[in-house]
Structures are given as structure tokens and as C-alpha cells.
């Protein structure tokens, strides 16, 4: 049973930073891509973030510039760093896990992060 736990999450003002993580159960370097989706309340969950095994990144255009992913494989974590957040950043976010094969694909619970104007 692979597990993935997000962490970091919290209360922060506009203008602030956060760092989330997310801890695999699972050895990621074998991991196609990992990634950052997030889910505002009546909102679909979007992605936010993704890298590849290679390191190769990809942003939402909402993001690019702020946020930064990267990837410790020797500790089989993921991490999304926040900066100069907007309370329009406000959601849950999940972490995901997608290999291509054999084929799987796993999500964190989530972890809640709201910027106070």
C-alpha cells in the first residue's frame, strides 16, 4: 500500500512562505512524474506543479515565478516551495504520484493551506 503524506501546511499572511512535503512510502525515483494539485472550496482540484524523474518542471501560469517544486529522491520526498503567496492561493493541497509502468497512480489526504489577506 503506497503512501503518500503532505506536511506544511498552515496559516500564513499575504506576502508569506510556506514549504510543503510530501513523504512517499515508495522508492520515487522510479516515479514518472510527482506533483502539487490544489482544491479551493467550490473549486475543481487543479495542478498546480509537476516534476519528472528526469527534474524536468512544469507550473500553472497562476504559480510560475512563486512556487517551486523539487524532488530528494534519497529521502523519497517532494517538496513545493511558497513564496509571496496571494489569498488566492488558499486550498488544499494534494500531493500525486504517477508512474507509467506498470501503471499507478496515488494521492496524499491532503494538507490545508489558507493566506490571510
Known amino acids: 500500500q503506497v503512501q503518500l503524506v503532505e506536511s506544511g501546511g498552515g496559516l500564513v499572511q499575504a506576502g508569506g512562505s510556506l514549504r510543503l512535503s510530501c513523504a512517499a512510502s515508495?522508492?520515487?525515483?522510479?516515479?514518472?512524474?510527482m506533483a502539487w494539485y490544489r482544491q479551493a472550496p467550490g473549486k475543481q482540484r487543479e495542478l498546480v506543479a509537476v516534476i519528472t524523474s528526469g527534474g524536468s518542471t512544469n507550473y500553472a501560469d497562476s504559480v510560475t515565478g512563486r512556487f517551486t517544486i523539487s524532488r530528494d529522491n534519497a529521502k523519497n520526498t517532494v517538496y513545493l516551495q511558497m513564496n509571496s503567496l496571494k489569498p488566492e492561493d488558499t486550498a488544499v493541497y494534494y500531493c500525486n504520484a504517477n508512474r507509467w509502468v506498470p501503471p499507478m497512480d496515488y494521492w496524499g489526504k491532503g494538507t490545508l493551506v489558507t493566506v490571510s489577506s
Open positions: 515508495l522508492n520515487i525515483f522510479s516515479i514518472n512524474t
